[in-house]
């Protein structure tokens, strides 16, 4: 089984920063890419930031300049460093990784159980 697991999240005043974690465990052979996703109340989940095992990464517009993403392949763990927050950044943020289990299974797509991120204005 493979488990994803955030933390860091909390309350903060807006201008400050927090920091993300998302660690995989279990049975994992290889990892592609590891991104976060959020979801405020009454919108969509939306991608936020994602990171390739080469260190590739790709930034939604809102986050551009504020957010960085990262990752330590040989802990299967990604990281999101959130600067300038915004009330707007407030939302539910979802670790997701596109794995292999095993040498001979396909990848599959895993998403964490959520962090919840508050911006106070």
């Known amino acids: 089984q493979v488990q994803l697991v955030e933390s860091g999240g909390g309350l903060v005043q807006a201008g400050g920063s927090l920091r993300l974690s998302c660690a995989a465990s279990?049975?994992?052979?290889?990892?592609?890419?590891m991104g976060w996703y959020r979801q405020a109340p009454g919108k969509q989940r939306e991608l936020v930031a994602t990171?390739?095992?080469?260190?590739?990464?790709n930034y939604a517009d809102s986050v551009k300049g504020r957010f960085t993403i990262s990752r330590d392949n040989a802990k299967n763990t990604a990281y999101l460093q959130m600067n300038s927050l915004k009330p707007e950044d407030t939302a539910i943020y979802y670790c997701?990784?596109?794995?292999?289990?095993?040498?001979?299974?396909?990848?599959?797509?895993?998403w964490g159980q959520g962090t919840q991120v508050t911006v106070s204005s």
């Open positions: 279990g049975s994992i052979f290889s990892i592609n890419t």
């Open positions: 997701n990784a596109l794995l292999k289990a095993s040498a001979l299974t396909g990848w599959g797509d895993y």
């Open positions: 990171i390739t095992s080469a260190g590739s990464t």
